[in-house]
């Protein structure tokens, strides 16, 4: 196949579960308040497969990519690859991204899964991007698909209350037109702030453990670094940004990153107080609202920035 000079997000697909989880539903079982979370994470409420539905990932993921494969005018045959971002995958094997494969009979691509928490969908992203400019494929689906109620221990009010499902789905198309596309990425990793914030795949507790402050200091200052660093390497500058997606985890955090870098709180998409932390869904989910609240035209350039466990940070120029 032959390389691109670029790639660009044609489109965008979402699905999260119909059932809508309060921030008053948790008063019923554990020492919070409606109050409480909304002031200190700007959550109201969020979408939560119903208890006692083993519901899958790929369940959720199949939906979105089909969505954002039709979006783009393209049918299942067209698409050369499928990366899915998830940390609650189906099965260690076969990969989150098969199992969608298989549903959505993309039969012609590849599929694997990252793991990169609440930052796969920039690792996604970039991953995807490096492979349609050098060649490998003209039209990847990049799925970020989560299922996180089941990873969560229901009686820490620390974290449950922060999360819900959902997925979101970007296709990514090879161009030669160099006026639309990825303008730029940047990903980096620091294992050795591993343990605050794990899921454990073993022993007696496999929920998800969070050091919710530091988690909280550490994805402003690496999410504001990233975002300074992708803008540094394209020669632009925050004024030449119209948009600021930023991972939907905490309304505070969004709203430091914002402050500084600069960006004026109406350039700001926020979407946290409807879905929750959704992890690798919530930049997608974000997006596709922009786009139908008609904030995505020709030009419009994109900031994406997010931070997960690992950890694991990035950050997207993207031209519309
Ligand atoms: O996507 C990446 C993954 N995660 C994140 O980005 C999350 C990052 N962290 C955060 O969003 C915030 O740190 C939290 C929302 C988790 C916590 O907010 P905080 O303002 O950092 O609160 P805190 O941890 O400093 O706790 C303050 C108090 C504590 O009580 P004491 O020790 O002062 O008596 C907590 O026990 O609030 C208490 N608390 C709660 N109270 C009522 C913690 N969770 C709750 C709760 N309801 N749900």
Known sequence: ??????????????????????????????????????????????????????LKA???????????????????????????????????FP?????IQAITGCSRAFAYDISAACAGFVFALTSANSLIVSGVAKNIVIVGAEVISKSLDWKDRTTC???????????????????????????????????????????????????????????????????????DSTGLSVNDVDLLIPHQANIRIIQAVAERLNVPREKVVINVERYGNTSSASIPLALEEAWKDNRVKSGTRILFTALGGGVAVGSALVQF
């Not at 554990?30 to 208890?51: F, N, S, V």
């Not at 990969?95 to 199992?99: E, H, V």
Request: glycine share 10%; with cysteine.
């Open 161 to 231: 209350i922060l999360f819900g499902d959902g997925a979101g789905a970007v296709v990514l198309r090879g161009t030669n037109d160099e006026s639309k596309g990825v303008l730029a990425t940047q990903i980096q990793s620091d294992g050795n702030l591993g343990d605050i914030l794990v899921l454990p795949s073993s022993g007696s507790d496999c929920t998800m453990k969070m050091k919710g402050n530091e988690v909280f200091k550490h994805a402003v200052k690496m999410m504001s670094e990233m975002s300074q660093k992708v803008l």
């Open 58 to 92: 790929s369940e959720l993921g199949a939906v979105a990519v089909r969505r954002a494969i039709e979006q783009a005018g393209l049918e299942p045959q067209d698409i050369d690859g499928i990366i899915c971002a998830t940390f609650t995958p189906d099965s260690f």
């Open 95 to 99: 990969s989150t991204a098969c199992r």
């Open 1 to 54: 196949m032959k390389s691109f000079k670029r790639s660009y997000i044609a489109s965008v697909g979402t699905n999260v579960p119909d059932n809508i989880m309060y921030n008053k539903d948790f008063e019923a079982f554990l020492d919070t308040t409606d109050e409480w979370i909304t002031t200190r994470t700007g959550i109201k409420r969020r979408h939560i497969a119903p208890r006692g539905v083993d």
